[in-house]
């Protein structure tokens, strides 16, 4: 959707799916170039609106896996290496943006003894602190101010699965000159419908709410030029 009916959208399916539902609106850079025929601005994106019937059914969103990221940031080992692989850390008090809850205020009690508070509140309620501290996956560190904590966020799952990325808000590097060459692969190099959606975007969408559904189904009411048919496909291989 682009700006002429987005605030349109917004308001219909907020009546359909109910407001407390409404997940995100993603904003899709579509192209990297242009702008020689725009009078005033280069307009460069388009919106995706993403609604649960549900949202308390819905499950956590993920992505593939990001190779770079593990590179880059899972580079501590533990004795849990084999079957977790390597870890990251990740600060446990919780930043201003989080809404204040009296609930997650607490001391943690380090391994030396001392009994640290939060400057604001910490990410995790009390019982999953403890459980976390008794199966060593907070990491304590010695700083200028103080000690800080931190947890230790794993590259696979308790099940062995591969942590995924996760989604930002703004979709970028999946453009709209990438639809018209998967056209132009399937019909001999020929234009048949200008300005295709590329079927990566539909995939990365799709694929983020199928993650661990492999029963899920897809409707598209809109046929177009079959984009998500062939992103369905293409995850289903």
């Given at each position: 959707?682009?700006?002429?009916?987005?605030?349109?959208?917004?308001?219909?399916?907020?009546?359909?799916?109910?407001?407390?539902?409404?997940?995100?609106?993603?904003?899709?850079?579509?192209?990297?170039?242009?702008?020689?025929?725009?009078?005033?601005?280069?307009?460069?994106?388009?919106?995706?609106?993403?609604?649960?019937?549900?949202?308390?059914?819905?499950?956590?969103?993920?992505?593939?896996?990001?190779?770079?990221?593990?590179?880059?940031?899972?580079?501590?080992?533990?004795?849990?290496?084999?079957?977790?692989?390597?870890?990251?850390?990740?600060?446990?008090?919780?930043?201003?943006?989080?809404?204040?809850?009296?609930?997650?205020?607490?001391?943690?009690?380090?391994?030396?003894?001392?009994?640290?508070?939060?400057?604001?509140?910490?990410?995790?309620?009390?019982?999953?602190?403890?459980?976390?501290?008794?199966?060593?996956?907070?990491?304590?560190?010695?700083?200028?101010?103080?000690?800080?904590?931190?947890?230790?966020?794993?590259?696979?799952?308790?099940?062995?699965?591969?942590?995924?990325?996760?989604?930002f808000s703004?979709?970028?590097?999946?453009?709209?000159?990438?639809?018209?060459?998967?056209?132009?692969?399937?019909?001999?190099?020929?234009?048949?419908?200008?300005f295709p959606?590329?079927?990566?975007?539909?995939?990365?969408?799709?694929?983020?709410?199928?993650?661990?559904?492999?029963?899920?189904?897809?409707?598209?009411?809109?046929?177009?030029?079959?984009?998500?048919?062939?992103?369905?496909?293409?995850?289903?291989?």
């Open positions: 959707l682009d700006d002429n009916e987005i605030h349109r959208m917004r308001f219909l399916m907020d009546e359909i799916f109910g407001e407390q539902n409404f997940i995100e609106q993603m904003i899709w850079k579509k192209s990297y170039g242009g702008g020689a025929k725009e009078k005033y601005v280069v307009r460069q994106h388009e919106y995706c609106l993403m609604y649960a019937r549900d949202k308390s059914c819905l499950a956590e969103l993920w992505l593939p896996p990001d190779e770079q990221a593990e590179e880059r940031y899972y580079k501590y080992r533990d004795e849990r290496f084999p079957e977790r692989g390597p870890f990251r850390i990740k600060p446990l008090e919780a930043t201003k943006s989080m809404d204040r809850r009296e609930n997650l205020v607490f001391p943690i009690t380090t391994p030396d003894g001392f009994r640290l508070l939060p400057k604001r509140q910490w990410w995790w309620s009390r019982e999953r602190v403890e459980g976390a501290l008794a199966r060593n996956e907070l990491v304590f560190t010695r700083t200028k101010t103080g000690i800080s904590v931190s947890y230790k966020q794993y590259l696979r799952d308790e099940s062995g699965d591969e942590r995924g990325a996760k989604p703004v979709i970028d590097k999946i453009y709209t000159q990438q639809g018209t060459a998967d056209l132009r692969d399937i019909f001999e190099d020929k234009v048949v419908l200008q959606k590329p079927a990566k975007l539909i995939e990365r969408l799709v694929y983020l709410l199928t993650r661990n559904d492999r029963d899920a189904l897809i409707l598209d009411p809109f046929s177009g030029s079959g984009t998500t048919g062939q992103a369905v496909l293409s995850l289903n291989k």
